[in-house]
């Protein structure tokens, strides 16, 4: 299980950290991401993180304000957001493969554990 963690509101230009802290299962044989779904539109992956630390970025929208990270012995990972715009709120998810998907390791993912997500709302 991945329980996301952190949103809230937060006014444009600030910054917020999510955290994805997993339960019943270590992160270090897996690659992590996080995504995210605005209203009324399709899921998308925001930033991933191999399982050795290689950070692949699904959406320049994020570049350079979103940075991802990971904590194996704390079992969380993380995704530090800065300069938020009010086009970034939307629900945010974390997720992981399936612990037989032999590309768990590596990113990109398309996700085969999901967290409940975490509501971010960017407003003044």
């Known amino acids: 299980q991945l329980v996301e963690s952190g949103g809230g509101l937060v006014q444009p230009g600030g910054s917020q950290r999510l955290s994805c802290t997993a339960f019943?299962?270590?992160?270090?044989?897996?690659?992590i991401a996080w995504f995210r779904q605005v209203s009324g539109k399709e899921r998308e992956g925001l930033l991933c993180?191999?399982?050795?630390?290689?950070?692949?970025t699904y959406t320049n929208s994020v570049k350079d304000r979103f940075t991802i990270s990971r904590d194996d012995a704390k079992i969380t990972a993380y995704l530090q957001m800065n300069d938020l715009k009010a086009e970034d709120t939307g629900t945010y998810y974390c997720?992981?493969?399936?612990?037989?998907?032999?590309?768990?390791?590596?990113?990109?993912?398309?996700?085969?554990?999901w967290g409940q997500g975490t509501q971010v709302t960017v407003a003044s």
């Open positions: 997720a992981v493969e399936e612990p037989d998907d032999k590309y768990r390791l590596n990113c990109p993912i398309a996700g085969g554990i």
């Open positions: 019943g299962f270590t992160l270090d044989n897996y690659a």
């Open positions: 993180i191999s399982s050795s630390g290689v950070i692949y």
